[in-house]
């Protein structure tokens, strides 16, 4: 045996081995997939590092689909370096008393100051630490006004079909 190698690391640890072996040998497993088991050498390797834990994209909400807050401050955010334009966010102090930087999306927003909005989550890939939305025709928040399209995730209604 060899002195590198752990006594218990080896088959023949078992005072019954070629008995047990025999019985192993005689049965047949019939599966299309490979034994879930490392190999020695694996082992000995030590190749078996478990996966890291994904973190989460909004670490505010976990285990919850959206969360009620109050707007302290409405403001404008430029984009990161391609992109141009006026970004509307809000900071909102959630009802777990963490605070978190929201995006506004759609046209026009009528958020102030102890507005009461309801928080989901969901990037704004192009603002920096901006992990959350509001939803729109939630609570204090508006709809969109004369949106066609998409409507649902703007918060407006179907309009009045003309006569």
């Known amino acids: ?32 997939t490979s034994s879930p088991l490392a190999t020695l050498n694996q082992v000995l390797r030590g190749c078996r590092v478990s996966q890291r834990a994904r973190k989460p994209v909004s670490p505010a909400l976990v285990n919850r689909p959206e969360m009620k807050g109050v707007c302290l401050k409405v403001g404008l955010t430029k984009p990161k370096k391609p992109n141009s334009a006026q970004r509307k966010t809000a900071r909102v102090r959630l009802s777990s008393g963490r605070m978190i930087t929201a995006y506004i999306q759609g046209e026009g927003h009528n958020v102030q100051q102890h507005s009461v909005v309801l928080v989901r989550g969901g990037r704004s890939q192009d603002c920096p630490g901006v992990r959350y939305h509001l939803v729109r ?27």
């Open 137 to 163: 025709g939630a609570m204090d928040l508006g709809g969109v006004g004369n949106r066609i399209t998409s409507r649902s995730k703007y918060g407006t209604k179907k309009p009045k079909a003309a006569k």
């Open 1 to 32: 045996m060899p002195p590198s190698i752990p006594r218990y690391l080896l088959p023949s640890f078992s005072p019954l081995f070629p008995l047990l072996s025999f019985r192993q040998s005689t049965i047949r497993h019939f599966s299309a």
